[in-house]
């Protein structure tokens, strides 16, 4: 079955540091592929998605590539702030649900420190 | 409305008692999904529904949960006869027809049984 592997917290930073956070995915054909943010206390929010191989997905200064050689969309950032604090999860859908089922990772909790 | 509105946001019931979680998505989107939050499982999704028929039921974890929706808008997920295990974070999240993935959450409710 379709499933998302992504990489353990939590992950603490300064300020302005570059930030990686890998993402792999086990799925039959082509998913679509998102990251998902939660602030404290807040519910999910799509932060960026990819829906077909090379497309890059972007928003808030975060990218995400969707590499199919490698079945990978990690997320990057290249200056953090303390405002991204979050726990940030990779999700796909697949052909196999119609595109409508999401199946998460287990979620990577960052710190921004000042 | 604006946003996926959830209520109650906090529940707390004791073992062997009914809950009602209530769910408005946001006005013309025709698919509403519900998603479980908790420590030792993560997300996993519960139900999803294309106006107001279930395609999809295969995350409800036992015949004591059940979801219906009413002219093709709230939606309510009953959990009957309570267990501890059913302490969780519930995710209701909705999409237009355009989308083939849950874009918007609300910001769940939070049910402890005690």
């Known amino acids: 079955g379709n499933s998302v592997t992504q990489m353990e917290g939590p992950v603490t930073l300064s300020e302005e540091a570059f930030l990686t956070i890998n993402c792999t995915y086990t799925a039959t054909g082509y998913p679509s592929l998102f990251w998902y943010v939660q602030y404290p206390g807040e519910g999910l929010q799509l932060l960026l998605k990819?829906?077909?191989?090379?497309d890059k997905g972007s928003n808030k200064g975060f990218e995400a590539t969707y590499r199919k050689e490698t079945t990978s969309f990690h997320l990057e950032k290249g200056s953090v702030q303390v405002s991204d604090s979050a726990v940030y999860f990779c999700a796909l859908s697949g052909y196999n649900t119609g595109f409508q089922k999401l199946v998460f990772g287990t979620g990577t909790r960052l710190l921004v420190s000042p | 409305g604006a946003g996926v509105s959830q209520s109650p946001s906090n529940k707390v019931t004791e073992k062997g008692k009914d809950v009602e979680l209530r769910c408005d998505p946001i006005s013309g989107h025709t698919a509403l999904y519900w998603y479980r939050q908790s420590l030792g499982q993560g997300l996993e999704f519960l139900i999803y529904f294309q106006g107001n028929s279930a395609p999809d039921k295969s995350g409800l974890p036992s015949d004591r949960f059940s979801a219906e929706r009413t002219g093709g808008s709230v939606s309510t997920l009953t959990i009957q006869r309570t267990q501890q295990e059913d302490s969780a974070v519930y995710l209701c999240a909705s999409s237009s027809s355009r989308d083939r993935a849950p874009y918007t959450f609300g910001s769940g409710t939070r049910l402890t049984v005690v």
């Open positions: 990819a829906t077909k191989a090379d």
